[in-house]
């Protein structure tokens, strides 16, 4: 820990001390140090042993839909390229030339093939290397032994996860407890992307993600939005699920969605009216480190943060509806359902502005020489236990 | 048992990787025209799904639907090929050469690399020159055994020629096929680069059916390089016809020899051993013996379409013949011989 205490040495505290307060009960409790929240030391210790071991988002199978489909994301100083290859699964590579260490590509597309485009090596959509311009004559050089280094990926109720730790267990067996509180009959596997955000915020990850998974922040920062269907009181939180990398906690507001009134607008999914009265509404699951998902009976709302330094992180979201829905939106002919997912999509910009002004504001205030750790208060014992797993994974 | 009539199917990963570098830096140029297909196990094709050149525009659709065409089935001796025969696998072809008995393979490129004559024609001689170079590497594994076939293209007879001359210094290479389009006159002398350089290097022409124009067939050229004095003019000049069987050559023999204002004799070039014609799977018996008395038996070669041997031709009364061919396919692919 040498690192750190030279790093907070101007704080006059150690921080094994301060994370020595965090790991106390909820209530009894200090929040992570603020130079959590701005430490590049710190933040490389959550790249290394989160965003480089633990199980990340990078989107959903809607966004390749056909074979050669790509999309580019970047977890850290990690580029990846995700795909579907011409057998139809879904493969994660590594966006780095095996000759010479160049980026293959940029952005998103379709293609048949990779070329890199500095030495024209050529790549299958598996990864496999297919053509090495001139290599004949190299010693002792074989084609098989050069492929674009892959990482582990799972395809789960529609999300793509990837994991760049080699030796990281599977992701389904980690999350299948959630079924007890009947997370699959939100039909997200059936649901298709049809409006994506992508904010590059001020702020450190974490604090947009603990904003995220407590509601003592509603009556004050979503007084425009949030407040009026959903008062802090009916949340319930389920702090006894210790010893899963995931948390939920349900809004009670049965029926809810995204429309002005709260009344759902497309299609409701069947499979929810029968949910335990404590699991339906507006269930909110967080897998850590940062992917969330906001269910509702007739949409699926989704998140994603990745770090991008202490001071920045990337906030992807999407909105998605039941693929006949999302197709007759991509048909564009039916004007009641366009004003309908326009007017979710307003809804949920309105309070994602709420909670990125925060956030920004948050951290703002964290760089202060003044800010020091707080305490939780009931309404906030997910982000305890968030910060409590954060804390453990990288800090120790 | 020398075999002319044998193919690899190079992968468009492989013709790329082949190319000159003029032709990779203008890759993105072949995308249209490119299709991803499936493999079939078992006919020496690779097990996962890779690019191949279509005559069509493909793009983008076909590369969405990974929807190319399986190739065709084989039949060969051993009823099995090996993966990647007829992509990357030498050793494999080598095998399948021993199991069968056969002692030389002349190979040719499949359709989906004469595809490309469906490009513009120096963006096919692009691709024919990768294919040209990938083959000689191909045969790299024994070129004793296996031979190369160059791949031209007649609407680049300049290219062409330099191409004759280049690759003539390899030891594998033994003839050359053109693809000759239907927009040059026969009476045209933009051949005759390609013709002189044959005449030099002493490489034969196998000219393939499926590798020009259908205008040209079997009997159109010879009657064409009998008119046009090709073989007047270059007298070291020989031609095989291969992937349309031998039925044609008598009738075409026949009637070649009763044009009296012909300027040569068909009769003195097919004794010269200028004229062959390849019996294929598909030629009957009968067809095969008109073609041995009219050309003489000395004139027939074989070809079996390895790897692609349509499915009910291996009992074919030709192919038992096949063994009394051999040292004509040998003749054939001496050089000036």
């Given at each position: 820990m040498a690192s750190v205490a030279k790093l907070v040495g101007a704080q006059e505290v150690e921080f094994d001390a301060r994370l020595a307060d965090l790991k106390k009960p909820a209530l009894e409790a200090a929040t992570l140090p603020p130079e959590a929240y701005w430490s590049p030391e710190l933040y490389q210790r959550e790249i290394d042993a989160i965003f480089f071991k633990e199980w990340i988002c990078v989107g959903r199978v809607e966004d390749v839909p056909n074979a050669g489909d790509f999309v580019t994301h970047e977890i850290a100083t990690e580029s990846l390229i995700i795909v579907r290859d011409h057998e139809d699964q879904i493969c994660v590579h590594h966006n780095v030339c095996r000759h010479r260490g160049c980026q293959i590509v940029e952005g998103s597309g379709n293609t048949p093939a990779f070329k890199c485009p500095y030495h024209g090596w050529m790549y299958g959509l598996g990864g496999d290397l297919r053509g090495a311009p001139e290599f004949r004559h190299t010693e002792n050089f074989d084609k098989k032994d050069y492929p674009l280094i892959s990482a582990q990926v799972e395809i789960w109720e529609g999300f793509?996860?990837?994991?760049?730790?080699?030796?990281?267990?599977?992701?389904?067996?980690?999350?299948?407890?959630?079924?007890?509180?009947?997370?699959?009959?939100?039909?997200?596997?059936?649901?298709?992307?049809?409006?994506?955000?992508?904010?590059?915020?001020?702020?450190?990850?974490?604090?947009?993600?603990?904003?995220?998974?407590?509601?003592?922040?509603?009556?004050?920062?979503?007084?425009?939005?949030?407040?009026?269907?959903?008062?802090?009181?009916?949340?319930?939180?389920?702090?006894?699920?210790?010893?899963?990398?995931?948390?939920?906690?349900?809004?009670?507001?049965?029926?809810?969605?995204?429309?002005?009134?709260?009344?759902?607008?497309?299609?409701?999914?069947?499979?929810?009216?029968?949910?335990?009265?404590e699991h339906s509404g507006m269930p909110i699951w967080v897998s850590y480190p940062s992917m969330g998902v906001l269910n509702s009976v007739d949409t699926t709302v989704y998140y994603v943060l990745l770090p991008d330094g202490p001071d920045h992180c990337h906030l992807r979201l999407g909105l998605a509806v039941a693929k006949e829905s999302a197709e007759a939106l991509a048909r564009g002919d039916d004007p009641a359902l366009q004003a309908s997912h326009e007017e979710y999509v307003r809804n949920i910009d309105s309070f994602l502005a709420e909670d990125n002004k925060i956030s920004e504001q948050q951290h703002r205030g964290m760089r202060s020489r003044h800010a020091k750790p707080g305490r939780f208060s009931k309404h906030e014992i997910l982000a305890w236990k968030f910060d409590t797993w954060v804390a453990e994974r990288a800090y120790s | 048992m020398?075999?002319?009539?044998?193919?690899?199917?190079?992968?468009?990963?492989?013709i790329y990787e082949?190319?000159?570098?003029?032709?990779?830096?203008?890759?993105?140029?072949?995308?249209?025209?490119?299709?991803?297909?499936?493999?079939?196990?078992?006919?020496?094709?690779?097990?996962?799904?890779?690019?191949?050149?279509?005559?069509?525009?493909?793009?983008?659709?076909?590369?969405?639907?990974?929807?190319?065409?399986?190739?065709?089935?084989?039949?060969?001796?051993?009823g099995h090929v090996a993966s990647g025969v007829v992509q990357d696998n030498a050793r494999g072809r080598l095998a399948a050469m021993d199991a069968a008995g056969v002692e030389r393979h002349l190979i040719n490129a499949a359709p989906s690399v004469g595809a490309a004559r469906g490009l513009a024609s120096n963006m096919a001689a692009g691709v024919f020159g990768a294919y040209n170079r990938y083959a000689i590497h191909y045969c790299d594994a024994d070129p004793v055994r296996l031979k190369v076939a160059l791949q031209l293209h007649g609407l680049e007879p300049q290219w062409a020629a330099e191409e004759i001359r280049e690759l003539s210094q390899e030891a594998c290479v033994a003839a050359v096929s053109i693809a000759l389009p239907v927009k040059i006159a026969p009476e045209s002398s933009a051949f005759a680069p390609i013709w002189q350089a044959l005449e030099e290097t002493g490489l034969p022409l196998l000219h393939r059916a499926s590798f020009s124009s259908p205008v040209w067939t079997p009997r159109y050229?010879?009657?064409?390089?009998?008119?046009?004095?090709?073989?007047?003019?270059?007298?070291?000049?020989?031609?095989?016809?291969?992937?349309?069987?031998?039925?044609?050559?008598?009738?075409?023999?026949?009637?070649?020899?009763?044009?009296?204002?012909?300027?040569?004799?068909?009769?003195e070039y097919v004794d010269a051993g200028r004229i062959f014609a390849a019996v294929g799977p598909t030629d009957d018996a009968a067809s095969v013996e008109r073609a041995a008395d009219e050309l003489g038996p000395d004139a027939l070669l074989w070809e079996s379409y390895f790897p692609f041997v349509p499915l009910g031709c291996a009992e074919a009364p030709a192919l038992r013949r096949a063994p009394e061919l051999e040292?004509?396919?040998?003749?054939?692919?001496a050089r000036g011989s």
């Open positions: 793509i996860m990837v994991n760049l730790d080699p030796e990281a267990t599977p992701f389904a067996p980690r999350v299948s407890e959630m079924s007890r509180f009947g997370i699959e009959r939100y039909g997200m596997s059936n649901h298709v992307t049809t409006h994506r955000w992508h904010f590059r915020l001020n702020c450190n990850w974490k604090e947009w993600m603990e904003n995220s998974i407590e509601e003592y922040h509603i009556p004050w920062v979503h007084t425009e939005t949030f407040q009026a269907v959903s008062p802090m009181k009916g949340w319930v939180e389920f702090p006894d699920i210790t010893d899963q990398p995931w948390i939920v906690m349900v809004g009670q507001f049965p029926g809810f969605s995204y429309s002005d009134t709260g009344d759902p607008l497309f299609p409701v999914t069947p499979e929810t009216a029968d949910l335990a009265p | 020398v075999d002319v009539g044998t193919y690899v199917a190079p992968s468009m990963e492989l082949s190319g000159v570098p003029d032709f990779r830096g203008h890759w993105d140029r072949m995308l249209p025209w490119v299709e991803v297909t499936h493999p079939r196990p078992g006919t020496g094709d690779w097990e996962a799904p890779y690019l191949r050149l279509t005559g069509r525009r493909t793009w983008p659709a076909a590369l969405g639907r990974a929807g190319g065409e399986q190739l065709d089935p084989p039949l060969s001796n051993s050229l010879l009657t064409y390089f009998m008119f046009a004095q090709v073989f007047e003019r270059y007298p070291g000049l020989r031609i095989g016809f291969a992937e349309s069987g031998v039925a044609w050559a008598p009738g075409a023999i026949e009637h070649l020899d009763r044009l009296i204002d012909a300027p040569g004799r068909v009769r040292r004509h396919g040998d003749r054939f692919l």
